[in-house]
């Protein structure tokens, strides 16, 4: 079992930056791919970002890529998701999600535990 727990969420202007990060505790860390989804208010939850169990490789939804980079401290058991060039649209709880195997994927369905998500708003 992995436990799961985001923070860093909060409110900043368009344009800005924000770091989110999520907690791990339980079973080995090292071994789990991480991803970032969000969902936005009226919307399903989407992939936003993933992250292979060493950080070799590393996978983005194209409306993020470019401003927001998905990295991890196996040592410390976190995973971080940098924002930058912030924009409305990206406003949104985001959640943190381990899939019990080493390969990232961009699929929520191939995750198997979940935060409780952090609150991201973008003001214009």
């Known amino acids: 079992q992995v436990q799961l727990v985001e923070s860093g969420g909060g409110l900043v202007q368009a344009g800005g930056s924000l770091r989110v990060s999520c907690a791990a505790s339980?079973?080995?860390?090292?071994?789990?791919?991480m991803g970032w989804f969000r969902q936005a208010p009226g919307k399903e939850r989407e992939f936003v970002a993933a992250?292979?169990?060493?950080?070799?490789?590393?996978y983005y939804a194209d409306s993020v890529q470019g401003r927001f980079t998905i990295s991890r401290d196996n040592a410390k058991n976190t995973m971080y998701l940098q924002m930058n060039s912030l924009k409305p649209e990206d406003t949104a709880v985001y959640y943190c999600?381990?899939?019990?195997?080493?390969?990232?994927?961009?699929?929520?369905?191939?995750?198997?535990?979940w935060g409780q998500g952090t609150q991201v708003t973008v003001s214009s």
């Open positions: 339980g079973r080995t860390f090292s071994r789990n791919a």
């Open positions: 999600a381990a899939r019990r195997v080493m390969a990232a994927r961009r699929m929520e369905s191939e995750y198997d535990y």
């Open positions: 992250i292979s169990w060493s950080g070799s490789s590393t």
